[in-house]
Nanobody, 116 residues
Framework: QVPLVESGGGLVQAGGSLTLSCAAS????????MGWYRQAPGKQRELVAS???????NYAGAVQGRFTISRDSVMNAVYLQMNNLKAEDTAVYYC??????????WGQGTQVMVSS
């Protein structure tokens, strides 16, 4: 099984919405804090949201109030609902453990492009 597989990205107009999905291997997912990261062109990868095993969440200031992270412990999946998207949200989005990712297991990511 591929450790981490992201999907759901695409091209959307500013103000629109997208939902990203991440399928994780059980070994990576179970008992771990999971997060969504993003990397914009020319910038470092950053953590934008994380969800604990008990469902508690944390968000970066730039996405607070617009993004919602959730997890499904049956499916070993993590989701990111993104609303009111802005041009500055354009990036490749990845999931991984948080706040310290497993560097050897980065997936391909999913591209989100927001047109203004």
């Amino acid at each position: 099984q591929v450790p981490l597989v992201e999907s759901g990205g695409g091209l959307v107009q500013a103000g629109g919405s997208l939902t990203l999905s991440c399928a994780a291997s059980a070994r990576i997912f179970r008992g771990s804090v999971m997060g969504w990261y993003r990397q914009a062109p020319g910038k470092q990868r950053e953590l934008v949201a994380s969800v604990m095993n008990d469902g508690r969440t944390n968000y970066a200031g730039a996405v607070q109030g617009r993004f919602t992270i959730s997890r499904d412990s049956v499916m070993n999946a993590v989701y990111l609902q993104m609303n009111n998207l802005k041009a500055e949200d354009t990036a490749v989005y990845y999931c991984n453990q948080a706040p310290v990712p497993l560097k050897a297991y980065w997936g391909q990511g999913t591209q989100v492009m927001v047109s203004s």
